[in-house]
RNA sequence: GGGCGAUUAGCUCAGUUGGUUAGAGCGCAUGCUUGACAUGCAUGAGGUCACAGGUUCGAAUCCUGUAUCGCCCACCA
């Protein structure tokens, strides 16, 4: 094995050498019960970014574990064709080419959309390959493949069958930027410092001047108004009704209607009713049988309706009509005002609502059951606390307006007769109308891209068609994702999978935080401080950034990263690359004999226990989501119990010249360094597989990433193997004096030339005979010699120091500084003392005594006994010292 | 206006159902080119667990309130 571990270049080898092998491909008629993840389908246009990077790192994690499990597992990849974001992209090169995609017509350009897929769409899943993820690519998916598109065809048809789609005229949300609708979850509401324009409307058929004042913040629909509100409950203004209100610069007469909506306490108590341009207008303006007038057109400019101001833009016109306003007048005040407004999540433009004719999609009876999904229990998130808001969502649920005013997506399958006024859905292209007529065309909008999303766990597998793969992994087991497409997707792929499959798209849905900088911002590319995952890989490698993630990202909650960070998974690569080195400079496996449970000492026993709770704490932190706590549970078995401690005992046995118990020992160290490269696995996938083919660990399993994942040792293996608490115990106390030992040479500034002949006091007789016997291992750490004693008594400048195992004593004359020493032990006696004092104040209390369970009461008191000999030795010890 | 999360070592964060003397990584200090590893080894310093009450034999952990930061939802013009 080379020195150094090369991660580039291993980790391109043995991702192509699982993809050749098929380790990735699942069959759905295969052995093993099934196990399935979709992947949120990344953007077509997207770019791997570090919250993919985690996204997709949990994932594999779940997938290969699972597959060492024997389950029958796939991970589904595909990506989502992302109809705003790609139309964009495709505009934008446009563009620099001076072309338009209204002069190429709709034919042409979607064309050229799908080119441009086929040529860059495959970026970011190319990047998940680099990061190790196991997708079963020969499944790869895109919402605008054929299949996927007969599904959506199928299930809009479905629901308009049933009613459940319908078209109609509503206020919506339109993005003047995209020029189309979008959902309510696609606006993003910023708080800004706005104005509350306070306007004087005349009164007709009052006193000359008379006037009332509306508040607003938006001027410049003034001229869409056509009625103002008031509450029915405020007296100031019962007699307005029966007057007139002329509108300015229009001069039209607007009505006075009372309305309970209208809250007296806010600005003047009458508000304008602007039913084309405001969703609380145009509800009113339905309850009272207004007609909107709508005087802006889809770019946001002012149409004719706007009289002076058409073919201004909005906020032009704003400022036009407040100049002119104020010239007659008609402005009160204007005043500061804090308030949200709605943005286009994708062209950040001010969102402007807008009355049109688009289609919905009823909520209601989808979510009752989605509801009910939780409620019993069958669908679980992980966070618990996301059911609240899963819930809230889904019990204020408001109708989906699914129509988009674009040209890259699927089309909406509606289609017009205008002779004879027919409206039909049809799956096929038709070339008559039911009636027989012959001038039909295709709606022109299409679909929202979360209508193909919501339907990905089922629709991947073929679905409306029937086939193996949907039968066995539909439903899916765990859905990754992070907590903002909760609505826009998990919600609603519950909603469809329960309304055409019959059973909920999955039974666990795990939510993870957001990356952000050590400041604590999000990680964007506005905002210049996000970090390229690649780049990462370029530096560290892929199984750094996997391990530095999960390893610093605890359950559910947010994670902040820097640059510094993934040395953490570097330097634990170099570790246990140098551990397996080690291993493999002391002969072949081969030539380890197996080893032989007569034989095992309390090392031996130690790091075999240690291997059983470390298998079973990873395998219980994997099942409840504990990523970071699986990842520690880990990295301290093998930093600590297998490098620190193990490998530094096994130098013993293997330099013993005892052929046999060398052996022996090299069987345990693989036998413990096996397993754990066996769970460190779907962490650290490409290291761990590089050192099974190095170690020759092929034997059991051609790649680890089909061997088994290790089980806990039963209870009867562990008794065969003497593997009790008391080893742990023992060892324990023995590292302890190991500790002792090196804190002394190190206080007293001892070169690592300096040997050193040390004395043990046991703490207890019975550990006079069992350290004597392990004297050997304790000399191998504390350059020295060890000399158990329990009838000595230190004299002359002989520091010592309290281990579990006993008093440990480094006799060395004229070395130490008595003072020095003398202070560092009456500090620790002091330390002591405190404790013995809580400790007494809680064994005096006749109320723990009764009321705690019998094994804490029994505990407290063993450690106060321990105290109270630790406190007489330090006494002693000080005493020995001259105080 | 509601809801949620966070507040623990200089920094980033763990801490399962309350139970020994609250942990990790990084950083810091000291000493080590010891035959796997300086991307390392050893040792050490560093915390009244945001604050105030309460429940309990016992609270970082449970309850109430307060403060600060962050996120989500909601039609206040």
């Not at 769409?121 to 997708?135: D, P």
């Not at 401690?645 to 096996?674: N, R």
């Not at 008391?726 to 206080?747: C, G, P, Y």
Request: charged content about 25%; hydrophobic content about 35%.
């Amino acid at each position: 094995m080379d020195k150094n571990y090369d991660a580039a270049a291993v980790e391109e080898r043995w991702y192509a050498r699982w993809e050749e092998a098929g380790c990735f491909a699942a069959d759905p008629n295969a052995e093993g019960e099934p196990y399935a993840i979709v992947i949120p389908p990344p953007n077509v246009t997207g770019r791997l970014h570090i919250g993919h990077a985690l996204n997709n790192s949990i994932q594999d994690i779940l997938v290969r574990w699972k597959r060492m499990q024997g389950y029958n597992a796939v991970w589904i990849p595909g990506t989502d064709h992302a109809g705003i974001a790609t139309q964009s992209v495709v505009e934008r090169e446009l563009r620099k080419e001076g072309l338009d995609r209204r002069e190429m017509g709709r034919e042409a350009f979607v064309d050229r959309v799908w080119a441009w897929k086929e040529e860059y769409g495959s970026t970011i899943i190319r990047q998940l390959r680099k990061m190790g993820c196991s997708c079963d690519w020969e499944r790869e998916r895109f919402t605008m493949d054929e299949g996927l598109s007969d599904a959506v065809k199928e299930v809009f048809i479905q629901l308009y069958d049933e009613g459940l789609v319908y078209q109609g005229d509503y206020i919506i949300n339109w993005s003047p930027g995209l020029l189309t609708a979008l959902s309510d979850d696609e606006v993003e509401y910023e708080e800004v410092n706005g104005k509350l324009y306070h306007l004087r409307y005349p009164v007709e058929g009052g006193e000359e001047g008379e006037y009332i004042v509306v508040a607003t913040t938006r001027p410049e629909t003034l001229m869409g108004d056509v009625a103002v509100a008031v509450n029915p409950r405020d007296s100031r203004y019962s007699d307005l009704k029966n007057k007139k209100i002329i509108l300015p610069v229009i001069g039209r007469e607007l009505q006075v209607i009372e309305d309970d909506y209208v809250d007296p306490e806010f600005g003047t108590g009458i508000v304008k009713i602007t039913p084309a341009h405001d969703p609380n207008d145009f509800d009113m303006g339905r309850r009272h049988d207004l007609t909107p007038i709508n005087v802006m057109n889809p770019d946001a400019t002012m149409n004719e309706g706007a009289g002076p101001y058409a073919g201004m833009d909005r906020f032009e016109a704003r400022k036009k009509l407040m100049a002119d306003l104020e010239a007659q007048g008609l402005v009160e005040k204007v005043e500061d005002h804090l308030h949200k407004v709605g943005h286009c999540y994708r062209s950040k433009t001010v969102i402007e609502p807008r009355l049109s004719r688009q289609w919905f999609v009823k909520m209601k009876p989808l979510a009752e059951k989605a509801m009910e999904a939780v409620d019993s229990g069958e669908l679980k998130f992980v966070p618990e606390r996301w059911n609240k808001v899963y819930m809230n969502w889904l019990t204020n649920i408001r109708d989906w307006c699914i129509s988009r005013q674009l040209w890259w997506g699927h089309r909406i399958p509606i289609y017009y007769a205008d002779s004879t006024g027919e409206v039909w859905a049809s799956r096929e292209t038709p070339t008559q109308s039911p009636q027989g007529a012959t001038d039909i065309r295709q709606e022109e909008d299409v679909m929202d891209t979360w209508f193909s999303s919501w339907l990905w766990p089922f629709s991947v597998h073929g679905w409306p068609e029937e086939s193996d793969a949907l039968n066995k992994w539909y439903p899916s087991n765990d859905l990754v994702t992070a907590p903002d497409i909760i609505f826009f997707w998990v919600a609603r792929m519950v909603m469809a999978g329960i309304k055409f499959r019959g059973e909920i798209p999955f039974d666990t849905v795990y939510l993870h935080g957001v990356v952000r900088d050590k400041e604590g911002n999000k990680q964007s590319k506005s905002l210049g401080n996000s970090i390229d995952p690649l780049k990462v890989i370029e530096e560290f490698s892929a199984d750094a950034l996997r391990f530095s993630l999960i390893t610093l990202n605890a359950t559910g909650q947010d994670v902040r990263i820097g640059p510094n960070d993934f040395e953490m998974g570097r330097n634990y690569s170099t570790k246990i690359w140098n551990a397996a080195r080690f291993l493999q400079m002391q002969g072949e496996l081969a030539e380890a004999q197996g080893m032989d449970a007569d034989r095992l000492s309390s090392d031996d026993r130690h790091l075999l226990l240690r291997m059983h709770e470390c298998i079973r704490d990873c395998t219980e932190n994997l099942e409840r989501y504990r990523f970071n706590e699986y990842s520690h549970s880990l990295y301290s078995f093998i930093w600590n119990d297998i490098c620190d401690w193990y490998v530094e005992y096994a130098k013993g046995p293997i330099h013993s010249g005892d052929e046999a118990l060398k052996q022996h020992t090299l069987a345990v160290a693989h036998l413990a360094f096996s397993t754990a490269l066996r769970m460190l696995h779907p962490l650290m996938p490409f290291l761990t597989e590089e050192l099974w083919a190095n170690m020759g660990y092929q034997g059991e399993a051609e790649f680890l990433m089909k061997s088994a994942w290790p089980q806990p040792l039963s209870q009867d293996q562990r008794t065969a193997w003497g593997l009790s608490q008391e080893t742990m115990n023992f060892v324990e106390a023995k590292r302890d004096l190991i500790r002792a030992a090196r804190q002394l040479r190190s206080d007293y500034n001892l070169k690592p030339s300096q040997m050193i002949d040390y004395i043990v006091v046991p703490a207890r007789p019975e550990l006079q005979e069992a350290l004597d016997m392990e004297k050997a291992s304790i000399e191998g750490f504390i350059r020295g010699t060890l000399c158990v004693d329990s009838a000595y008594e230190p004299q002359g400048a002989a520091p010592g120091l309290l281990s579990k195992s006993g008093h440990v004593y480094m006799p060395v004359d004229g070395l130490i500084d008595v003072e020095a020493e003398r202070e560092r032990i009456a500090k620790q006696l002091k330390e002591t003392e405190g404790h013995i004092q809580r400790g007494q104040g809680r064994l005096s209390n006749e109320k723990f005594i009764s009321k705690a369970p019998p094994e804490v009461v029994e505990q407290a008191q063993e450690q106060q006994r321990t105290l109270v000999e630790k406190a007489d030795k330090l006494r002693l010890l000080l005493k020995s010292l001259g105080a």
